[in-house]
């Protein structure tokens, strides 16, 4: 007994473009700028715990941007997947009744 499988690949190819859209957003502009804390040395006073403060938020700033783009090659990855496998499915069904199954 066989059965049918119906794939919209065209519909697996507009998730994976989604996930390129993601992507380029979680790696941002891609201009080499670095991103910094908007918050200077004086911003919460002079004291040493505001200054502590602004050093935090700084080390948190960089944290985020540096798994904001890991997760970006994440995606990328998974898109990449998804075109690889409508590709698959596309190719199957060309080769079908073309011999022996």
């Known amino acids: 007994m066989t059965t049918d499988l119906t794939v919209d690949t065209a519909l ?5 473009a989604m996930l390129d ?28 715990a505001g200054r502590e403060v602004v050093d935090a938020a700084a080390r948190r700033v960089i944290e985020a ?9 994440r995606v990328e990855a998974a898109a990449e997947k998804l075109r690889s496998s409508a590709q698959g499915f596309d190719d199957t069904e060309g080769s079908v009744g073309r ?3």
Do not use: F
């Open 65 to 73: 941007v540096d798994g904001a783009r890991a997760l970006a090659l």
């Open 99 to 101: 011999g022996p199954r």
């Open 12 to 16: 697996i190819r507009r998730a994976a």
């Open 21 to 48: 859209d993601a992507a380029h957003a979680y790696r941002g502009q891609d201009s080499g700028e670095v991103l910094r804390c908007p918050l200077t040395d004086t911003s919460l006073g002079s004291s040493a």
